[in-house]
């Protein structure tokens, strides 16, 4: 079918619309020297039911596309259902009621309708009297008012044979510079095929095949934006023209820059939950295309609105309900109205993750949850030997922070950090995608970044870091920074605690106190403390250095002696000996009265054939001073501790008395 819109104005361009806008087609005008008006030429190659309506033509020049002259008169088209039979009519403004009837096709080719122009039936190859011969014309003459009024024509093209089949490699939409190939598939009676582009009446691409084949190919080596639009195809046998084939769409991205694609407000969805989708651009663009490239493959359009707040342009799509038993992975495009089939780059991918019903995987880091910032650090997931695909996901972010495809079955995979930096530091969560659907989310790991502030605090026991089995203990933790909280950990993790920072205004230095109420042997190890603001919990400061606590009274006490006497001179050199009849491995001295542990340590030595066992701990020189602790403090000393031997250093002319306790 070809339509004809004319005009004695000389606009440019005229552009052709339906009245549901589902068409629109642009072409320049052309001057017509034998009736001094301008026209433009509408091809319509296959005529399809969905082309049933009203079509309306108007003039504009190129300066101000936008500006469009008056319409034409409308002018209704109708499809026959039946092969061959096609009508028109014309619904003019000044009748509004009924509607004029046309005969069948064949009865309109005795009413003269083919006096058309000879340049819209020009032939087209070496078959074009066949081909001519398989069209009529059926046309429709409005009336002129005057310049300014529009003439509309139209044309059916019926075809003699069935039609071919035509199917586009690799896909029907295609980045720019990827090459295309248009399979036509017909008979291998054809003796041609041609491959016909949009509304235009010529085929962009003739074959003769040189020897029978039942299908031809068609390549375009790299498409471009002027290549996109509707194909068809169809080929000639010596009975004649086919039919044409149904057309394809061919779509071009990457005209345009990207948008952005978000799930609001979480791309974690519950099993059977909705999810809206918002794709973005800071460009003008009319419409918003979002495409599921899941096991069900879907689009949806939507105008684009504009966002005062955000200042860009976007549409928002509803999702749902989501289900653990596919993959949800969504991109969006965005296109102008009067080029639907050019796009822009594709957003990049947004993955659903689906919290689904079957059995959640372990998630883990290595070497651990509290790690320095710079280091190397893993996390691992495991699952099931049947997982297709892993995803690491961290809360508050759009998307994954990674994806993971097994190359060979594991239970497991590991998501590797090379460096660790502040932005890694948050809560994570893991799951899998298999056969059976999705997975629930792991547990959580919440990752702790160290090293971040440099203001060191520091940890000390009070009164001693040796203390008793049951007993009570305060660590303190001090630093010269303004800390909103500081945390105590202990090497192996077990022990987490964190307290609000207090000034200290005779020092001013911030401190913290944490208080063990009933010490067992599970709180014996080295302990660390860092600072932290409350805006940030997982970014603490760098660690104070390492505090090591001993719980005393857990087996039988040994004995302290010394060989030189407890009245020593200044400067002499003092050995203490650690005895027990237990074979302990070691042995660890502790001067009482002193709250940050100086440790000395030894190994122990068995002397035969008594079986006893003893270290010699220290040998150093005395300075002045006592080593006597107060009475109190000798008073509340447990059985379990062993007994210690009190020293004295005498002053030069004094004989101090001889004391032991």
Known sequence: MTLQCVSGERYDKFVLTKEDQKFLSYTDSQYIPHSMQYQALFFIDHVTPNLTGTFRCYGYYK?????????????????????GLGSAHRESRAESAGKESFPPVTNLTRKGCTRFPRAALAETGTRGAAEASARV??????????????????LLCVGTSSKPILRIQPDSVVSEQTTVTFLCIGTVEAKEYRLYKEVYQRPIHAMIPQN?????????????????????????????????????????????SKPSLSALPSPVVTEGGNVTLQCASTQPYHRLLLTNKGSQKQSFTKDSQYNQSTGQFQAQFSVGPVTSSQRWTFMCYSYHQYSPQVWSEPSDPLELLVSGTLHKPTIKAEPGSIVASGILMTIWCQGILDAEIYVLQKEGSQK???????EKPENKTKFPIPSVTYLHAGKYHCYFYSSAGWTELSDTLELVVTGIYNSKPRLSALPSPVVTSGGNMTLQCVSWGRYDKFILTKEDQKFLNSVDSQYIHRTRQFQ?????DHVTPDHKGTFRCYGYYRQTPQLWSVPSDPLEIHISGLSKKPSLLTHQGHILDPGKSFTLQCCSDISYDRFIMNKMGVTHFTQHYADAESEEPQDVVYAQLCSRSLRQGTAVPPHSQAGESKEELSVYAALAVTRPGSVPDDKEQ
């Open 63 to 83: 300066q101000s596309p936008q500006l469009w002259s008056v319409p034409s008169d409308p002018l209704e088209i109708h499809i026959s259902e039946r092969a």
């Open 137 to 154: 014309l059926v046309r429709l003459q409005l009336p002129e008012k005057d310049a300014m009024t529009f003439t509309f024509k139209a």
């Open 212 to 256: 029978p084949k039942n299908q031809a190919e068609f390549s375009i080596s790299k498409v471009y934006r002027q290549h996109a639009g509707q194909y068809c195809c169809r080929y000639w046998t010596y009975d004649g023209w086919s039919e044409y084939s149904n057309s394809l769409e061919l779509v071009v991205t990457g005209v345009y």
């Open 400 to 406: 994954p922070l990674d994806m993971q495809i097994p």
């Open 512 to 516: 913290a106190l944490f208080s063990i």
